[in-house]
T-cell receptor
Framework: GQNIDQPTEMTATEGAIVQINCTYQ??????LFWYQQHAGEAPTFLSY????GLEEKGRFSSFLSRSKGYSYLLLKELQMKDSASYLC??????????FGAGTTVTVRA | GAVVSQHPSRVICKSGTSVKIECRSL??????MFWYRQFPKQSLMLMAT?????????EQGVEKDKFLINHASLTLSTLTVTSAHPEDSSFYIC????????????FGQGTRLTVV
């Protein structure tokens, strides 16, 4: 089976930085994804990592270490609209995605 | 980016009736689509993998006779919840991966099903 762990909740202040960690143990590895999901809406794609290292995309960055089974999503210059659930998902050796339980981020003024 | 359209966005039905949810890839061909179910404050649980022109592959614990999946074309997959019960009330989401751009999975808007 697939095991993907991430914290349940995080709270941060507007303008601050928050790092959401994700650890995984899967039967194979074909990439790790981060999605943002607002309540009642479908997930939207944020990032994809398949090689070790940091991928930066605007205020969001994602890091991967395959040897450690570890990734993080870094959100900089937090805005109120960033309050959402952030899902870590791993693709095993095919086109499936296995999702973590999600991390609810609350941004406070 | 690629667009996946899911319809309806909300549906309320009576117990015992069936509901069909459509998932369309609008600007790419999706040989494989996925159906997820999400309970409040929980993550997405994969129900089944829908393959164009062949039978769907269901995850363990998902009743294939209750959740009928049809993938008749490269751009359309349907999920039919048969003989719905209140415990089937949930958020159902489809996704598709564009094999020409294999890194992303694109999600439909989701369907909020309420069975009364």
């Amino acid at each position: 089976g697939q095991n993907i762990d991430q914290p349940t909740e995080m709270t941060a202040t507007e303008g601050a930085i928050v790092q959401i960690n994700c650890t995984y143990q899967t039967s194979g590895f074909n990439g790790l994804f981060w999605y943002q999901q607002h309540a009642g809406e479908a997930p939207t794609f944020l990032s994809y990592n398949v090689l070790d290292g940091l991928e930066e995309k605007g205020r969001f960055s994602s890091f991967l270490s395959r040897s450690k089974g570890y990734s993080y999503l870094l959100l900089k210059e937090l805005q109120m609209k960033d309050s959402a659930s952030y899902l870590c998902a791993v693709s095993p050796n095919d086109y499936k995605l296995s999702f973590g339980a999600g991390t609810t981020v609350t941004v406070r003024a | 980016g690629a667009v996946v359209s899911q319809h309806p966005s909300r549906v309320i039905c009576k117990s015992g009736t069936s509901v069909k949810i459509e998932c369309r890839s609008l600007d790419f061909q999706a040989t494989t689509m996925f159906w997820y179910r999400q309970f409040p404050k929980q993550s997405l649980m994969l129900m089944a993998t829908s393959n164009e022109g062949s039978k769907a592959t269901y995850e363990q614990g998902v009743e294939k006779d209750k959740f009928l999946i049809n993938h008749a074309s490269l751009t359309l997959s349907t999920l039919t919840v048969t003989s719905a019960h209140p415990e089937d009330s949930s958020f159902y989401i489809c996704s598709a991966r564009d094999r020409a751009r294999s890194t992303e999975a694109f999600f439909g808007q989701g369907t909020r099903l309420t069975v009364v």
